[in-house]
């Protein structure tokens, strides 16, 4: 049958349920127990025989068995599947006819006793049943799984209803953001809410998204990052704060890339980028046990640990031993050589962006363990304190997991001269044509000058993390509503 004659077809049993007086749409329905709880109250399987007390239940109907004067049902609500027995003799001629113009994916109301099936099955016998909502389309290929992928994405609550593994894989990163969210709170963490339209994007380097508001008739930006309200928030006294909500990036898409995207980001007056390490080794570990119930993940095939401490390996250090390539050699003026000799084009605007070039090529996919990649080139960390022993390195981590960037974190930058001084020189990458470096922030310099403690400050991908739990291959796997191409185009 065609789609526009199962659609016609459904719209005709519509109309007959209408006419028969039955309200297709109720308000309301009266539901004393969900799936779950009959099935725990019930379990052992004990029960053989039909008990006098009644339950009512509601959800999606996802299979139906016809056998003349008797019908089975399976009815799905949130939380699990159940059969159904529907006999004539029990409902009455009229009810059980009403019951035909039912299809599979209409939501029905069942009150009845719970038994059990000859086979052991647990099953409510229906004295009563009532319209909910009539599905006018059918569920994805018969109710057999919804494949196509662009599909999947466009239509998420086509795909939820078919896959079961995808509503878990939703249900975990629910778990696993409460996990880190109890972690962070047990510690004193304060969680905030910071602006999403800004005046300035900061904070990130990345191209911005932006709009403009037309009762104040000036241009906002939709944030690329949080870190410089935090940061003020720590110079108000706030000592260790944090914050979980959407970034929004105006770069392309790939299976690491949405742009749009969870980020976490926290800062703790009084410690480093060490502190840091360890807050997120315990960070991540704790979520992990909490939302999987091991510290052993698989991810695309590897098995991946993440009791044991993880590795800190100076950025250098690992493009060195990559790439066979002595970059702590490399000076500024040959930097468009050894880039074409390193087979790195268009070449890289400073040394910072050579190293960070063949990091991403020769390290970054070898990294699927947990590792610290530690003490990166100041030029590509403009908001990150300088390495006191070492010239033109500062304090900044990233943490890599099944070949992912999972965080990135500084001890942070507090000196307000130096911090002007970084800001003015991406201005001026800037001024050669680089649209994604950051701007000189004055709101954010002036509230530096006033004296910012100590400070070290992380971000985590949360659909990166998501990604590790659910062993998902895309991050559109872990995100609702990914964004995509208009239809067609």
Known sequence: MSSD??????????????????????????????????????????IQERRDEAVG???????MRRMGKASFLDVRDGSGTIQVHAAIDALGEESYHDLGLCDIGDFVGVRGGVFRTK??????????????????????????????IELRYRHRALDLLANDAVRESFVRRSHMVSAIRRFLDDRGFLEVETPMLQPIAGGATALPFVTHHNALDIDLYLRIAVELYLKRLVIGGIERVYEIGRDFRNEGVSTEHNPEFTMLEIYEAYTDYRGMMALMEAMIRHAATETLGT???????????????????????????????????????????????AGIEPPPPTWGNLVESLFERDVEPTLISPTFITDYPVDISPLAKRKADEEGIVERFELFVGGMEIANAFTELNDPDDQRGRFEAQEELRRLGDDEAQRV????????????????????????????????????DVILFPTLRARGS
Do not use: C, N
């Not at 099955?121 to 319209?131: G, Y």
């Not at 009539?134 to 799984?145: D, F, N």
């Not at 530096?448 to 990604?467: K, W």
């Open 441 to 476: 922030d004055e709101e954010f310099l002036f509230a530096m000058e006033h004296g910012m403690p100590p400070t070290g400050g992380v971000g985590v991908g949360i659909d990166r993390l998501a990604m590790l739990f659910t062993d998902a291959a895309s991050i559109r």
């Open 5 to 46: 004659s199962l659609l016609e077809a459904r719209r005709t049993k519509l109309e007959g349920l209408r006419r028969r007086g039955i309200d297709p749409f109720p308000l309301r329905v009266e539901r004393t127990h969900s799936i779950q709880q009959i099935v725990e109250r019930h379990s052992p399987p004990q």
């Open 119 to 148: 086979r052991g099955e647990l099953t409510i016998a229906a004295a009563a049943w009532t319209f909910l909502a009539k599905a006018l389309r059918p569920l994805p290929e018969k109710w057999h799984g919804l494949k196509d």
């Open 295 to 341: 510290t052993e993940i698989t991810y695309r095939g590897h098995r991946i640990g993440l009791s044991e401490p993880w590795p800190r390996v100076p950025m250098l250090d690992a493009v060195q031993q990559a790439s066979g390539i002595d970059v702590r050699s490399v000076l500024p003026d040959e930097v468009p050589s050894a880039a074409a000799a």
């Open 57 to 63: 239940i509601a959800g999606r109907i996802v299979a």
